[in-house]
Protein backbone atom coordinates (compact mmCIF):
# COMPACT_ATOMS: atom_id res chain seq x y z
CA UNK A 1 0.00 0.00 0.00
CA UNK A 2 2.67 2.55 0.85
CA UNK A 3 4.26 2.84 -2.83
CA UNK A 4 0.71 3.51 -4.50
CA UNK A 5 -0.44 5.84 -1.74
CA UNK A 6 3.36 7.76 -1.99
CA UNK A 7 2.86 7.97 -5.77
CA UNK A 8 -1.35 9.03 -6.01
CA UNK A 9 0.34 11.70 -3.59
CA UNK A 10 3.36 12.56 -5.71
CA UNK A 11 1.53 12.84 -8.45
CA UNK A 12 -1.27 15.21 -7.51
CA UNK A 13 0.84 17.59 -5.72
CA UNK A 14 4.05 17.69 -8.18
CA UNK A 15 1.07 18.76 -11.04
CA UNK A 16 1.32 21.85 -9.82
CA UNK A 17 4.88 22.16 -9.46
CA UNK A 18 5.81 21.18 -13.33
CA UNK A 19 3.08 23.24 -14.67
CA UNK A 20 0.15 22.83 -16.37
CA UNK A 21 0.26 19.66 -18.29
CA UNK A 22 3.96 19.01 -17.95
CA UNK A 23 3.66 15.76 -15.69
CA UNK A 24 3.81 12.56 -17.69
CA UNK A 25 4.06 9.82 -14.68
CA UNK A 26 5.18 9.46 -11.27
CA UNK A 27 6.70 5.77 -10.45
CA UNK A 28 7.43 4.87 -6.91
CA UNK A 29 8.67 1.40 -5.84
CA UNK A 30 10.70 -0.56 -3.13
CA UNK A 31 14.32 -0.61 -3.35
CA UNK A 32 15.91 -2.39 -0.39
CA UNK A 33 15.58 -2.76 3.53
CA UNK A 34 18.12 -0.69 4.89
CA UNK A 35 19.36 -0.58 8.93
CA UNK A 36 16.84 1.28 9.99
CA UNK A 37 14.63 2.28 6.75
CA UNK A 38 12.65 0.73 4.18
CA UNK A 39 14.49 2.61 1.13
CA UNK A 40 12.07 3.59 -2.14
CA UNK A 41 12.72 4.68 -5.58
CA UNK A 42 11.31 7.27 -7.01
CA UNK A 43 10.91 8.51 -10.62
CA UNK A 44 9.88 11.69 -11.88
CA UNK A 45 9.17 12.09 -15.80
CA UNK A 46 8.32 15.56 -17.41
CA UNK A 47 7.79 17.44 -20.35
CA UNK A 48 10.79 19.95 -21.00
CA UNK A 49 8.07 22.77 -20.04
CA UNK A 50 8.97 21.81 -16.68
CA UNK A 51 12.77 22.19 -16.97
CA UNK A 52 12.44 25.58 -14.78
CA UNK A 53 11.07 23.97 -12.02
CA UNK A 54 13.62 21.09 -11.63
CA UNK A 55 15.20 22.11 -8.59
CA UNK A 56 11.70 23.16 -7.16
CA UNK A 57 10.81 19.46 -8.35
CA UNK A 58 13.36 18.15 -6.31
CA UNK A 59 12.77 19.74 -3.11
CA UNK A 60 8.54 18.96 -3.57
CA UNK A 61 9.60 15.63 -4.00
CA UNK A 62 11.40 15.54 -0.49
CA UNK A 63 8.55 17.95 1.58
CA UNK A 64 5.43 15.50 -0.09
CA UNK A 65 6.97 12.21 0.91
CA UNK A 66 7.92 13.61 4.20
CA UNK A 67 4.63 15.32 4.76
CA UNK A 68 2.97 12.01 3.34
CA UNK A 69 4.73 9.78 6.04
CA UNK A 70 3.56 12.46 8.51
CA UNK A 71 0.16 12.24 7.90
CA UNK A 72 0.07 8.59 7.83
CA UNK A 73 1.79 8.25 11.11
CA UNK A 74 4.81 6.59 9.47
CA UNK A 75 8.02 6.69 11.58
CA UNK A 76 11.17 8.11 10.11
CA UNK A 77 14.19 6.63 12.13
CA UNK A 78 17.15 9.13 12.57
CA UNK A 79 20.04 7.70 13.90
CA UNK A 80 20.94 7.84 17.44
CA UNK A 81 24.57 9.01 19.37
CA UNK A 82 25.13 7.97 22.92
CA UNK A 83 28.00 9.64 24.45
CA UNK A 84 29.92 8.42 27.13
CA UNK A 85 30.57 10.33 29.61
CA UNK A 86 33.77 11.02 31.77
CA UNK A 87 32.41 9.35 34.54
CA UNK A 88 31.23 6.38 33.04
CA UNK A 89 27.28 6.89 32.60
CA UNK A 90 25.99 7.00 29.12
CA UNK A 91 23.32 9.37 28.11
CA UNK A 92 21.54 9.17 24.71
CA UNK A 93 21.15 12.31 22.95
CA UNK A 94 19.92 13.22 19.38
Same mark, same amino acid.
Given at each position: DIPAIMRERLARDLAAVAGE?? /?EGVT? &?????? $?????FVIWVAVKGGAAPAYVRLQNAVQR? /????CT &?????? $?FPQLTVHAADGKTRPTS
Open positions: GN /LV &EFKAAG $PSSLDI /LVET &EHRWDI $P
